[in-house]
């Protein structure tokens, strides 16, 4: 049975949420890990479904080191100090 | 009275001489905007100390893309205050860049009220590339752009802005509709072109002819450049005429054919069009006397790139003609194709063409299920890069079997 986006993109909140300051994570990663986590019950098409549900509720951000990634929004380190 | 000094002299010397300059525009550009003035004193700063002051990358975005802007901050933000965020927006320029002066002048008013004003039309990617503004500009600069018709362009680990040459538009060479192509991918494709998914990224590039006009073969994952498989159309008459009025037929067309396919007596010119490679050498030579054939549709190459993390790669054929007919659909699924298994097995930051290079063009073909044809090898003629004796056994084999 097909696992409803909601709960993929849960459960790759929490990967993003495990990561952050660790490990930088792509879309791809997450649809990866999304796959060997949950089989057939998932599909690349439901993950990405999901990393837009992610980025469009604004939990999620794009960011770009040299690639782009997936993270939770945070403070922009490169940003210069507002007062 | 001393003459005032100037204070940027090492960026003085760049307005010198008949070009144009970037930085008289930016001079331009600091009479009315601050960011000018601070870019001016920044970059001369960074030229005496030969040190770059700027920071890359980031979170910087509008809402729900992943892609068209490219963070930017100083690292002296108390110095240059005006360009303590100083974020580029790639935005996605019309296909064959063709304006109206009242979309330039829209364009150009809404990045004077939200940016710096200063632009560069265009990047090398081919997008409008607007050059400047804080974060908090972002939102309603994209806003106000999306308003009156434009979009973000491409950045980052995504499909970048698909670009054409004008095509058909204006070219009699051009070997199918480089700008509905164009416009067509670049719709089909919205999603990845706003949500990088990929481990690096994807060009798309369309040439109407082997002029190739916009660089394809050079920086495209996959170009799609026209081509033809009839003859070379010839004027007689036109051909006459070129000697009449002195070009060098044998010079200057015959000797430089790569392909050795051309012979000219003096009064006939007769081109072996089997072994023509389409290099449009003659027709560039002869334009009046010789223009591709009437069969036109397009090459399909893939994996070329500028040298960045590896080397520069050409690109290698992987369909040597196809019909460039909407919607392209057989295009669309071997892209497709691609994406699944490049996503799938390709490194990060590993561009199409390095990947195939690692995994070999033979098993890149075979997983994409693209048969191998003669066509496809490194050079015209010469160098097969497909190990062709796997395929003939398997078929020998198969012939043997059906034989007992």
Not at chain 1, 7 to 33: F, P, R, W
Not at chain 2, 312 to 323: D, G, Q, R, T, W
């Amino acid at each position: 049975m097909a696992m409803p986006i909601e709960e993929i993109a849960e459960s790759m909140y929490k990967l993003v949420a495990e990561a952050q300051g660790k490990k930088k994570l792509k879309a791809m990663d997450l649809t990866k890990s999304m796959i060997e986590l949950y089989g057939d019950e998932v599909d690349k098409k439901a993950c990405k479904q999901a990393v837009r549900m992610l980025i469009d509720s604004e939990r999620c951000v794009y960011t770009y080191f040299g690639g782009s990634y997936v993270e939770l929004p945070h403070k922009e380190g490169a940003a210069p100090p507002t007062d | 009275m001393a003459e005032k000094t100037s204070e940027t002299p090492l960026l003085d010397e760049l307005e010198k001489g008949p070009w144009p300059s970037f930085v008289k525009e930016i001079k331009m550009a600091a009479e009315t905007n601050p960011m000018g003035s601070d870019l001016l004193n920044l970059l001369e700063r960074s030229y005496r100390e030969k040190i770059c002051h700027w920071k890359h990358g980031g979170i910087v975005g509008v809402l729900g893309y992943g892609g068209g802007v490219i963070g930017r901050y100083n690292d002296l933000p108390e110095e240059y205050p005006h360009i303590a965020h100083f974020h580029t927006m790639r935005i996605n320029q019309p296909a064959g860049w063709y304006y109206s002066t009242k979309a330039l002048r829209t364009v150009c008013d809404i990045w004077e009220r939200h940016g710096s004003g200063i632009t560069n039309m265009h990047g090398s990617t081919g997008d409008i590339i607007l050059l400047g503004c804080h974060t908090d500009a972002l939102e309603p600069t994209f806003q106000e752009l999306a308003k009156n018709g434009f979009d973000i362009g491409g950045s980052g680990s995504d499909v970048r802005t698909p670009s054409c040459c004008l095509g058909q538009s204006r070219c009699e060479w051009s070997c199918y509709d480089t700008m509905a192509a164009c416009y067509d991918f670049t719709m089909t494709y919205q999603d990845e072109i706003h949500r990088p998914a990929f481990p690096y990224k994807w060009k798309f590039k369309f040439s109407g002819c082997p002029n190739d006009c916009v660089a394809a073969i050079a920086r495209a994952d996959i170009s799609f450049i026209g081509t033809w498989r009839d003859d070379i159309r010839m004027d007689k008459d036109a051909v006459l005429e070129y000697a009449d009025r002195g070009l060098d037929i044998q010079k200057d067309v015959v000797e430089l054919c790569p392909a050795k396919c051309i012979a000219w007596d003096g009064k006939e010119l007769c081109i072996d069009n089997r072994a023509c490679v389409h290099c449009m050498h003659c027709i560039n030579v002869m334009p009046k006397a010789l223009r591709p054939g009437t069969d036109t549709g397009a090459c399909i190459l893939i994996g070329s790139k500028a040298p960045i993390i590896e080397g520069a790669f050409l690109s290698s054929v992987i369909i040597p003609f196809f019909k460039m007919e909407p919607p392209y659909q057989e295009l669309k699924d071997l892209v497709e194709e691609m994406w699944d298994l490049w996503c799938e097995e390709g490194k990060n930051r590993e561009r199409i063409g390095e990947f195939i290079q690692r995994v070999g063009m033979g098993n890149f073909l075979e997983a994409v299920g693209v048969e191998p044809v003669a066509e496809m090898v490194a050079h015209p003629r010469e160098n097969p890069y497909i190990f062709y004796e796997e395929y003939f056994e398997e078929e020998d084999e198969e012939e043997e079997e059906a034989d007992e």
